[in-house]
């Protein structure tokens, strides 16, 4: 079985009522970081190390999916890093805002936040503001569009929806995939819980799909087909446009 460790660790003077509240966020962003990565993944996270002084928590998790561990580890040292630089964190508002709360503890007694794996560490030393959700909004509804990017591991694929040829996150259960290979580069309708921008009304993501169904592709000049399909009797369509105008 695999492992990987997150470290969270307070520079200066720590008051339990501090500590109380990293640790929240901190469970918060770990459990939101996993589920984005792979919602159908089983990890364990157990508690391995505590030190006072610095604060230093390090736990530590196990599955027998290793790529997904990893991914949980440079997720973690990505955010730190964005927030040390004072970058846009690169993952939605569920794992954001957290990530962004750990470093709201900086208050003169506690000076600094580090973010730290095997790999690497990241020393945050400024609050980071939290991301505001006041431009999306969510609603259940489908999406036409062409399946482009299927990513087994992340448990997801990208729509370009068909009316803002725009890219559009749609996060899958663990018994769709079998079907999302049948219809890569296919045109779908998906229906589920879309998030929206407000000022746009253009799709962003589906968090949650509920049904993928194929669109019908349609036979070029298929529309000749309908040439004809209204009949009138014997009467001439001028005499009937006639008789039309007559009445009004």
């Known amino acids: 079985m695999a492992e990987t460790t997150l470290t969270l660790s307070l520079e200066g003077q720590v008051w339990l009522t501090d500590f109380t509240s990293v640790m ?69 508002y569920p794992i954001a805002q957290p990530a962004t709360q750990l470093t709201h503890v900086i208050n003169g007694r506690i000076t600094a936040v580090r973010f730290a794996t095997a790999q690497n560490s990241i020393t945050i030393e400024t609050r980071v503001p939290s991301p505001g959700r006041t431009g999306r909004a969510v609603s259940y509804g489908e999406i036409r569009g062409t399946v482009e990017t299927l990513q087994r591991r ?24 079998e079907m999302m290979r049948q219809l890569w580069g296919k045109a779908v309708v998906v229906t589920g819980e879309i998030e929206r921008d ?26 000749e087909r309908a040439r004809g399909i209204l009949r009138f009797g014997d009467e001439r369509p001028a005499d009937l446009l006639r008789r039309l105008r007559d009445a009004e």
């Open 154 to 177: 992340q448990h997801r694929f990208t729509l370009y929806d068909e009316l803002f040829d725009q890219a559009v996150t749609c996060h899958l259960r663990s018994d769709q995939h």
């Open 24 to 92: 929240t966020h901190f469970q918060e962003l770990v459990e939101a970081l996993c589920e984005y990565l792979n919602r159908e993944a089983v990890v364990h996270w157990e508690i391995v190390d505590l030190k006072a002084g610095s604060t230093v928590t390090t736990i530590r998790g196990a599955s027998l999916d290793r790529e997904f561990l990893a991914q949980v580890s440079n997720a973690f040292l990505t955010i730190g890093q964005h927030m040390q630089r004072g970058q846009s964190i690169p993952y939605p």
């Open 198 to 223: 407000v000022e746009t009304q253009r799709p962003v993501e589906i968090r949650v799909v509920d049904d993928i169904q194929l669109l019908e592709s349609v036979v070029p000049g298929s529309y």
